[in-house]
């Protein structure tokens, strides 16, 4: 299996409610990936997961809350966003880290719209 | 900083070469990325070049670096109207430890 699938594809949601993005991969990789992007924009880095803990948080707004339940799953946990943060959201894996292992393999992305 | 410079939009007719350029400025950067994405679509990893490699060759595809001026580019051969998509370059490693992505390079091919 060398995919990332995300769920759900796409995702409508108003300012008061609660959501999450789901994100899986079967490769054995050990970092994960979120990454926020706005139309005709390049991806912007939110999250890293490396080894199931959290190693970078790009100063990303508390409304935005990651989980790494384990090696294969990530989450991204949406509260009270605003509709500025619709966008599609990418999550992405990677063996590791470092060196030629940082080859980093992505999910189709959610399309989040706030209402 | 950490731009990383592409065009915004090549066209070429089908059949032709197609030639992206990418201009980084992290000269410690150990690995450059080429993605392309589809609309509305993930991004897919295309190839990728060691910062101490000149060329690389991958079927359609050819990866040239020059570190001097920091400048990488794409050449994809005998364009299809299939490769109609953003590209998009990332340098990795160096001062970040971060995948920089460039601006993006929509590349429309005509048939």
């Known amino acids: 299996d060398t995919e990332v699938t995300q769920t759900p594809k796409h995702l409508v949601m108003g300012m008061t409610n609660k959501k999450s993005l789901k994100c899986e991969q079967h490769?054995?990789?050990?970092?994960m990936y979120w990454y926020k992007q706005k139309a005709k924009k390049p991806p912007e880095l939110m999250f890293v997961?490396?080894?199931?803990?959290?190693?970078i948080n790009e100063s990303v707004p508390s409304r935005f809350s990651p989980e790494c339940p384990n090696s294969s799953l990530l989450n991204l946990h949406l509260h009270a966003l605003q509709p500025e943060d619709s966008a599609l959201y990418l999550c992405a894996s990677s063996q590791d880290r470092q060196g030629t292992y940082n080859e980093q393999f992505f999910g189709p992305g959610t399309r989040l719209t706030v209402l | 900083g950490e731009d990383v410079e592409q065009s915004l939009f090549l066209s070429v007719r089908e059949g032709d070469s197609s030639v992206i350029n990418c201009t980084y400025t992290d000269s410690s950067s150990t690995y450059l990325y080429w993605y392309k994405q589809e609309p509305g679509a993930g991004l897919q990893l295309l190839t990728y070049i060691f910062s101490n490699m000149d060329m690389k060759q991958d079927q359609r595809l050819t990866v040239l670096l020059n570190k001097k001026d920091k400048h990488l580019s794409l050449r994809i051969a005998d364009t299809q109207t299939g490769d109609s998509a953003i590209y998009f370059c990332?340098?990795?490693?160096?001062?970040?430890?971060?995948?920089?992505f460039g601006t993006g390079t929509l590349l429309a091919v005509q048939p």
């Open positions: 490769m054995g990789h050990r970092a």
């Open positions: 997961y490396s080894y199931e803990k959290l190693s």
């Open positions: 990332a340098e990795y490693g160096g001062a970040t430890n971060k995948l920089i």
